[in-house]
């Protein structure tokens, strides 16, 4: 059965305010939901363990990025074993905001993929087209290439621990979503790929990313390969979060 997730990507925001203010309200509103939505905090690795510390069982919690290697001399990085080590349950990788600022090329997201399922971590994988990609007509093209190259390591159990987000990078803090068609079109050719790759597809969660608001949720998670969403800007507002949390519809899975 697919995990019904919303996760709030934090991105280079917040404070331990903003911590103590958003954490507490959406355990306390997401342990009255009874869609089965699995609610996933994302904030800078700073505050990861203040976050988990107001946590609770009704929230899980992530980081934005891991390091490609296991441990050792690589200043600045926070590595896979780590983020398990804080209490992570996620993590992101290939975001496009790190491919396109710090150069993280799809060798490296499968390097991150590769640690974060030796710890049995979720991988979020994020993949997206630009602008000129899609107008040129190739978003399939680029974004089929982005999840092969970025799972052709993962094989048997671990595909459990794998998270596919769809993110068109157009659509990300622009305003501009995808509709929900055009969505739900990438979202199946993304399930297609995962079944050629040998992954049990069908099973698997795939998340929408890019400008999800209280008021387009409800339309995008009703499309059948679209089991949640990864949100930015209105994961830093509690109540915007929680009724994105609350726009999932209830049912078992899909
Ligand atoms: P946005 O960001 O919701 O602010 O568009 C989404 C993301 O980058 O994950």
Same mark, same amino acid.
């Given at each position: 059965m697919r995990r019904k997730i919303v996760a709030g990507n934090w991105k280079m925001n917040g404070s331990t305010g903003l911590v103590e203010h958003l954490v507490g309200y959406v355990r306390s509103e997401v342990s009255c939901l009874d869609n089965g939505v699995e609610a996933v905090i994302i904030p800078p690795a700073l505050y990861v363990r203040d976050v988990k510390s107001l946590a609770g069982d009704e929230l899980s919690v992530g980081v934005q990025n891991v390091a490609c290697?296991?441990? !050792?001399?690589?200043?600045g990085e926070v590595s896979a074993a780590m983020a398990k080590d804080c209490g992570c349950r996620y993590a992101l990788v290939g975001h496009s905001e790190r491919r396109q600022?710090? !150069?993280?090329t799809d060798a490296a997201v499968a390097d991150k993929v590769a640690q974060l399922m030796s710890q049995g971590l979720n991988a979020i994988v994020c993949v997206g087209e630009t602008l000129a990609e899609r107008e040129a007509g190739q978003a399939e093209e680029t974004v089929s290439a982005q999840v092969r190259k970025a799972l052709a390591g993962v094989s048997g159990a671990e595909w459990q621990y794998v998270v596919v987000a769809y993110e068109p990078v157009w659509a990300i803090g622009t305003g501009k979503t995808a509709t929900a068609g055009d969505a739900q079109a990438m979202h199946q050719a993304i399930r297609q790929v995962l079944k050629d790759l040998g992954a049990p597809a069908d099973t698997m969660s795939l998340l929408y990313g890019g400008s999800v608001k209280a008021d387009n949720a409800a339309a995008l998670f009703a499309e059948p390969d679209i089991d949640g969403g990864l949100i930015g800007g209105a994961s830093l507002v509690a109540q915007d979060f929680m009724s994105i949390c609350q726009a999932m519809p209830a049912g078992t899975g899909r």
């Open positions: 290697w296991e441990s !050792g001399a690589y200043t600022l710090f !150069g993280e």
